[in-house]
């Protein structure tokens, strides 16, 4: 069973930086997707920022493009999600979530994602 756990949330001015964190256990795929999504009071679900296990590569949406970039760390079995120029319209509740076997086309699809942390919150102030 696929575990992931969000940390690194926290409260930031505006401009300001942070790394959020999904350590993960259980996984058996050498080929998967980490994606971060995020989810505003009163707004839906919203994907941001995607790695792809195979290759190392960061997806991105248009609106943190620029100035969010995941990373991995394998020997920690952990995917970061760095995040800089934070803007007041970030602030979120950010999850990690894990899927198998997946192709990007079907990134920003939460549907396709078998395992969730449980989020960390990121606020923003202006």
């Known amino acids: 069973e696929v575990q992931l756990q969000a940390s690194g949330g926290g409260l930031v001015q505006a401009g300001g930086s942070l790394r959020l964190s999904c350590a993960a256990s259980?996984?058996?795929?050498?080929?998967?997707?980490i994606g971060w999504f995020r989810q505003a009071p009163g707004k839906e679900r919203e994907g941001v920022s995607y790695f792809s296990s195979s290759d190392g590569s960061g997806y991105y949406a248009d609106s943190v493009k620029g100035r969010f970039t995941p990373s991995s760390d394998s020997a920690k079995n952990t995917v970061y999600l760095q995040m800089i120029s934070l803007k007041p319209e970030d602030t979120a509740v950010y999850y990690c979530?894990?899927?198998?076997?997946?192709?990007?086309?079907?990134?920003?699809?939460?549907?396709?994602?078998?395992?969730w942390g449980q989020g960390t919150l990121v606020t923003v102030s202006s």
């Open positions: 979530a894990y899927a198998p076997a997946i192709m990007p086309a079907f990134y920003s699809n939460p549907d396709f994602y078998t395992a």
């Open positions: 259980g996984i058996t795929f050498d080929d998967y997707a």
